[in-house]
């Protein structure tokens, strides 16, 4: 498979901010930071299927040690952090997520990278698509559910319709992995997600 096409989008840490000042209420008590645990390189179970690795998990354990306060990682589904955090069931997302202004008024973001997006495709390009754009009228496109690659997905077959094409079919799936599979499998044109998620 082969990755093509990106686009500009800022990646975030996502933090309720009150509950990760050193000095905090309930100091005593862990940070329960929900995550996808399965986003290498910046998060992933290694071997042993019980130890977390990777970026997010090094920049936790920095600031963990910086506040002292140990942070806790809960896995969850990626549409299902923010009502996670809103609910109070966390006390913060760790994990890539875009800072748009929608999201800014539903809570405080913390930037710490900045990357692209990245449409994987099937090696030899059978489905001869160059990009998230005309080329993929009528195609199948697999992405993350609740990502921001769906808006843009979504702009791209509007485009298609408007051209009198057939609309671009957008399957949404839980984790990275499932939409790789797609791909895998032929159930899909292309993947389109993260950069340095999909190049790992």
């Known amino acids: 498979m082969h990755a093509v096409r990106k686009a500009a989008l800022f990646l975030s840490l996502v933090a309720a901010m009150w509950s990760v000042l050193p000095g905090a209420a309930n100091a005593a008590e862990p940070i329960k930071a929900g995550s996808i645990t399965s986003s290498p ?5 290694e071997s042993d299927g019980k130890t977390l690795h990777g970026i997010i998990v090094d ?58 997006s990245t449409l994987l495709i099937r090696a030899g390009n059978p489905d001869h698509v160059v990009g998230m754009d005309a080329s993929f009228c009528g195609k199948t496109v697999a992405t993350v559910r609740g990502s921001l690659q769906i ?22 799936y839980a984790t990275p992995a499932e939409g790789r599979l797609q791909v895998q499998t032929g159930n899909a044109a292309g993947f389109f997600g993260n950069t340095p998620i999909l190049a790992y």
Do not use: W
């Not at 390189?41 to 179970?45: A, C, E, Q, V």
């Not at 069931?89 to 994990?95: C, K, L, N, T, V």
């Open 59 to 116: 920049l936790a354990a920095a600031m963990s040690k910086h506040m002292g306060r140990e942070i806790v990682f809960e896995q969850m589904p990626f549409s299902g952090l923010l009502p996670a955090l809103q609910a109070g069931r966390i006390d913060a997302i760790f994990s890539i997520m875009n800072d748009t202004p929608a999201r800014q008024k539903l809570v405080d973001f913390v930037d710490f990278f900045n990357m692209g």
């Open 41 to 45: 390189p910046f998060i992933s179970y």
């Open 151 to 172: 808006a843009i997905a979504e702009k791209a077959s509007a485009q298609c319709t408007s051209a009198g094409k057939q609309a671009i079919k957008i399957n949404q």
